[in-house]
């Protein structure tokens, strides 16, 4: 195969940060071969209401106003039903829910669940989707660390599913088989976002490789193999969010006695190409248009007639292996992709 054509495909699930740095980052999307992308609200300050939901949609709009991105709110307890009803109709598509501490600019993440049934509720009603970021926070007392803090979440997914069993929920890059099997297990309500390089990485690759160290981390063999294993399969409930996460390079490189690195890989400028190449390492190329394009958007009920903006399809070229950028710049800002000097054999046909 030297050439693929899939229709528009869409990220789930990406970062693109606020101020100078978005300058360098939100081109990056249509670099990498998306024209939809479903934007995290972790801002300074989070994102907490639907005037702020839009005001941060209108600038990443100034900056390329050829991507289609779909907001989301912070849960917190600012949040109200009223205020869910009245983000569902101006467009906001979602509620993201970070565990206290877990992840990049979480302080202000959740510590309760049934807190927030009243929300849920609202969201189920007016049909906007749950994100939950599926771990717990870490207590050596509880034995609970990060790699079996997903599986330690496991429950609340149960059990939030079944109290509202018409919310669609999605479980965020999934890193276990477990958490694998308990979204297959659950109704077709409930889907599951994983990451490229959560195919690519197992906990060997961050064990002491700060520019591979995430949120959640890479876990096992058998892991890994669980989320290729879904993929190959076709199962119409897991697909692409990139979680592509982009730090400053000083920031990846550098921890102190006080202060570790920080928790995030970026893969948007190199993302198509990037999962085309992973995939055909291990036998599901042929999956391609599903994990990247159809299954998410008819998760999300966002179908291909329904875009607004960017292009009907995208084509993939096959090349000689081609080193990914070592760094990309604009000005002072700088980043460092992930899989950075290595080789990918794909490329996009622009």
Sequence with gaps: MSSITIPAPADFHVHLRQGDISELIVPHVRKGGFDLVYVMPNLKPPVTS????????AE????????????????????????????????IAGVKSYPRGVTTNSDGGIESYETYYPIFAAMEEVGMVLNLHGEVPSDPAANIHVLNAEVQFIPHLFKIHRAFPKLRIVLEHATTRAAIEAVKKCG???????????????????????????KPV????????????VIKEGHPRFFLGSDSAPHAPEAKSTSSP????????????????????????????????????????AFYKRPFSSQKVGRDSVTLKRIA??????EYSLGEQKLVPFWAGKEIAWELDQ
């Design 218 to 229: 890479a876990k096992y063999p058998d892991d890994r193999s669980a989320l290729r294993e």
């Design 60 to 91: 990443l709009e100034r900056i390329d106003p050829n991507v289609e991105y779909l907001m989301t709110l912070y849960l917190s307890p600012k949040l109200t039903p009223e205020e869910i009803r009245k983000a569902s109709g101006a467009g």
């Design 188 to 214: 077709p309500t409930v889907g599951c976002t994983i990451t490229a390089h959560h195919l690519a990485l197992i906990v060997d690759d961050w064990a002491g490789q700060s520019w591979n160290f995430c």
């Design 258 to 297: 006080t202060h570790a690195c920080a928790a995030g890989v970026y893969t948007s400028p190199i993302l198509l190409p990037f999962v085309a190449h992973l995939l055909e390492s291990f036998g599901a190329l042929d999956q391609l248009e599903g994990f990247v394009s159809s299954n998410g958007r």
């Design 50 to 57: 639907t005037e702020q939901a839009l005001k941060y949609k």
């Design 321 to 326: 292996p081609k080193r990914v950028d070592e």
